[in-house]
């Protein structure tokens, strides 16, 4: 069934872009991730204007966290304080953010410059927690005593020191709101949540609990791209409201099987899929810029 | 009385063939469920003078609305493809079909061809490049070659059917993803290359219902229009949560 959408100006089938929500669903409701890096390119892939697809996709990913941190609200594993911290972060870095997309868009190169950001960042984090992870199953098949996270680093000797009972932590207010940050930052720049970065640094940097880390990390990702789909809305007009309901739907479904996949899994192999797919997205980006492309020459319009 | 008939004759030298022409649709509403259309253009040819001997041959040209496109390059730097030069082409139309009688080369002489901005290189305006791109004829050749690739530029040359010389027909396929505006179709009768009679009319290609709605929305009132979708968001968020619960205990 195809489906004219207003706002994108294209004709694309329905039943596709409902399994395309629900797939992003599902990985968004195991890891806590808001699977912007997975829609933007697979909708731009399917012939979505990119501004369209970036813009929809902040909205869709509104929708599928909401889902997925209910059922986190349910089992008490959202750390609200936490997630205020890293929200009052994440919205100066998407305020910041913004800026830097104009800026680079008035120089013409946002699209390498958005590629290049997708394959360092994805590589880095992916790389590291693949590495951890894999070691973290081997120690625990080995019969040995669990991995003994170091407790103590640079991020203990700061000050404004808060407490954070749903993690168990008592540290500075001070790498958190870094983290908000940060992720801000690469959500207004790279059209995502930021989830894939967020996750990780809950996980490495502030050790908090993974089943913490997912729920929070959600919570956070709500406001985030709720501030970042206003912003396009009303700049570039390119939330297509028909294609994020569209994706939405089968979306909000996934995101409820993802969330009971996770709960079910151990953190250790939640840890390893993850890794394996933001590798492998970052294969794929990587081996784009550096293949000869087909076509040389790109058309676009309006500023897509 | 007899001086005003005798300046509209001098005014209007009767053309001694002229194109009668219509279509199958003059406005193309865009629906939720809109996959495309086809269109069909037909038409005769009123004689006052006896059949020439040279055969006649009909141009048919069908051109949505103009555009300003970015056209870019890639290049390698540094082992990277990236974007290292860019061309803006002040004119080029978002759809653009030909479709001829016959071989375009003859139906069509160089100079008709300029005159009227028939082929699709000549319906396209590029002026105001930059000047330190030299190629910018490949440019516009790229431009033409990924719009044909998606269907937005056709040239079918032989499409058009002719009977005897007075009956013409052709149809153009335009495709799902058409934009809003006044697509122009324009016939011309050509004889050795030269037109000797013009048609033009417009189809008006419009969003209808639940599209014009939203677009409209979108772009007069953009905040409510991203509360709303926000809105929707929560709902549908909130809304599958309670439905798997109530389903899964």
């Keep these: 069934m195809q489906v004219y959408l207003p706002i994108a100006e294209v004709s694309v089938n329905a039943f596709m872009l409902l399994g395309l929500g629900g797939l992003v669903g599902l990985l968004s409701g195991m890891f806590g991730v808001g699977g912007g890096f997975l829609i933007t390119p697979l909708l731009i892939f399917i012939g979505i204007p990119a501004a369209v697809a970036v813009a929809t996709s902040a909205n869709q990913i509104v929708a599928s966290s909401i889902s997925g941190v209910l059922a986190h609200f349910r089992r008490r594993t959202v750390d609200l304080p936490m997630g205020m911290v890293l929200l009052v972060g994440g919205l100066i870095g998407a305020a910041i953010g913004m800026r830097v997309f104009n800026w680079l868009r008035a120089m013409g190169q946002v699209d390498l410059l958005v590629s290049l950001s997708y394959v360092v960042f994805l590589g880095i984090i992916g790389g590291l927690m693949f590495i951890e992870s894999v070691n973290a199953i081997r120690r625990a098949r080995s019969g040995g005593r669990p991995a003994q996270r170091r407790r103590h680093n640079w991020v203990h000797a700061l000050p404004l020191k808060m407490k954070f009972r749903t993690s168990g932590l008592y540290i500075s207010v001070i790498p958190p709101l870094m983290v908000g940050v940060l992720v801000g930052l690469l959500a207004a720049v790279m059209g995502v949540g930021g989830g894939f970065v967020m996750v990780p640094a809950m996980i490495y940097l502030l050790h908090m609990p993974t089943k913490v880390v997912v729920g929070t990390s959600l919570f956070q990702i709500i406001f985030v791209t709720a501030f970042t789909t206003m912003l396009h809305a009303t700049t570039n007009y390119t939330v297509d409201v028909l294609l994020a309901l569209l994706l939405i739907v089968g979306g909000v479904i996934g995101a409820q099987v993802g969330t009971r996949i996770g709960a079910r899994m151990k953190a250790e192999q939640l840890r390893v899929l993850l890794a394996l797919l933001v590798l492998a997205v970052c294969g794929k980006l990587a081996i784009d810029l550096l293949l000869q492309p087909e076509e040389l020459y790109s058309v676009s319009w309006r500023g897509f | ?249």
């Design chain 2, 1 to 249: 009385m007899r001086w005003l008939v005798a300046l509209l004759i001098w005014a209007v030298p009767a053309a001694a063939e002229e194109v009668v022409a219509d279509l199958s649709q003059n406005r193309i509403s865009i629906t939720a469920d809109f996959d495309g259309s086809e269109i069909l253009i037909f038409g005769a040819v009123k004689r006052e003078e006896p059949l020439e001997g040279v055969p006649l041959e009909v141009v048919i040209t069908l051109s949505g609305p103009s555009q300003t496109v970015m056209v870019r390059r890639k290049s390698r730097v540094a082992a990277i493809w990236a974007n290292t030069a860019a061309v803006e082409v002040d004119r080029a139309p978002s759809f653009y079909a030909v479709a001829t009688s016959g071989p375009l080369s003859q139906v069509l002489s160089q100079t008709e061809d300029l005159r009227h901005r028939i082929t699709t290189r000549r319906a396209i305006r590029a002026v105001g490049a930059p000047q330190e791109v030299l190629d910018l004829p490949e440019f516009v050749r790229a431009l033409i070659r990924v719009r044909e690739g998606a269907g937005q530029y056709q040239l079918r040359e032989g499409a058009v059917s002719v009977r005897e010389q007075t009956l013409f027909s052709t149809s153009i396929e335009l495709p799902a993803n058409l934009v809003e505006g006044n697509y122009e179709v324009r016939i011309f009768l050509t004889r050795e290359g030269h037109v000797i009679n013009a048609y033009d009319t417009v189809i008006y290609v419009q969003k209808v219902g639940l599209e014009k709605f939203l677009y409209v929305l979108a772009h007069e009132r953009p905040f409510i229009y991203g509360l709303m979708s926000l809105a929707l968001a929560g709902v549908a968020g909130w809304g599958a949560s309670a439905a798997f619960r109530w389903l899964r205990p």
